[in-house]
Antibody
Framework: EVQLLESGGGLVQPGGSLRLSCAASGFIFSSYAMTWVRQAPGKGLEWVSAISGSGDSTYYADSVKGRFTISRDKSTHTLYLQMNSLRAEDTAVYYC???????????????WGQGTLVTVSS | EIVLTQSPATLSLSPGERATLSCRASQSVSSYLGWYQQKPGQAPRLLIYDASNRATGIPARFSGSGSGTDFTLTISSLEPEDFAVYYCQQRSNWPRTFGQGTKLEIK
């Protein structure tokens, strides 16, 4: 059974940093691209970042480019999102999601975690 | 960036009725469009991928159609559990983008 379990969310001051983790199980982790999607309170879905199965290729939304870094650890089957220079507008539930097809496909997301809430406020 | 515009914003229907949701792209995405369902407090669930293919375990009452810039999600006969928010998403270009959502509510 595929499972994705996010952690690391919490309250952080503007300008601060946070690292989110997503522990994956139930599938061959390195065989699938992974993605972070966020959802501000009461708002829609926003794609944030994606990474290839090997970890060699990464992609970012303009809104987080230069501030967020996506990475993955094949030995622990964990996806990460390092978030620096956080702003109030980064407040959201952050979901990790698994690509439906393959390591370099960046297609649609067939499994999602339950989400972790990040609140940026002083 | 490809902008996806969903309509209507809210759709009020009764169980048993047919629902038709629209997603229009600001430029062609070929058939690289998917649909998700999200219920309150839950993560999104993939319904349709590449415009017309049902994801694993999705009931046959859900169907997708379209290509290029205009897409439709149809629910043939609404069940009580279908009332939720629906999002479209494109995988044609970077960055990946979602529509703003259509809320399907009980009339």
């Amino acid at each position: 059974e595929v499972q994705l379990l996010e952690s690391g969310g919490g309250l952080v001051q503007p300008g601060g940093s946070l690292r989110l983790s997503c522990a994956a199980s139930g599938f061959i982790f390195s065989s699938y691209a992974m993605t972070w999607v966020r959802q501000a309170p009461g708002k829609g879905l926003e794609w944030v970042s994606a990474i290839s199965g090997s970890g060699d290729s990464t992609y970012y939304a303009d809104s987080v480019k230069g501030r967020f870094t996506i990475s993955r650890d094949k030995s622990t089957h964990t996806l990460y999102l390092q978030m620096n220079s956080l702003r109030a507008e980064d407040t959201a539930v952050y979901y990790c999601a698994k690509d439906r097809i393959c390591r370099d496909c960046y297609s649609f997301f067939d499994y999602w975690g339950q989400g972790t809430l990040v609140t940026v406020s002083s | 960036e490809i902008v996806l515009t969903q309509s209507p914003a809210t759709l009020s229907l009764s169980p048993g009725e047919r629902a038709t949701l629209s997603c229009r792209a600001s430029q062609s995405v070929s058939s690289y469009l998917g649909w998700y369902q999200q219920k309150p407090g839950q993560a999104p669930r993939l319904l349709i991928y590449d415009a017309s293919n049902r994801a694993t375990g999705i009931p046959a009452r859900f169907s997708g159609s379209g290509s290029g810039t205009d897409f439709t999600l149809t629910i043939s006969s609404l069940e009580p559990e279908d009332f939720a928010v629906y999002y479209c998403q494109q995988r044609s270009n970077w960055p990946r983008t979602f529509g703003q959502g259509t809320k399907l509510e009980i009339k």
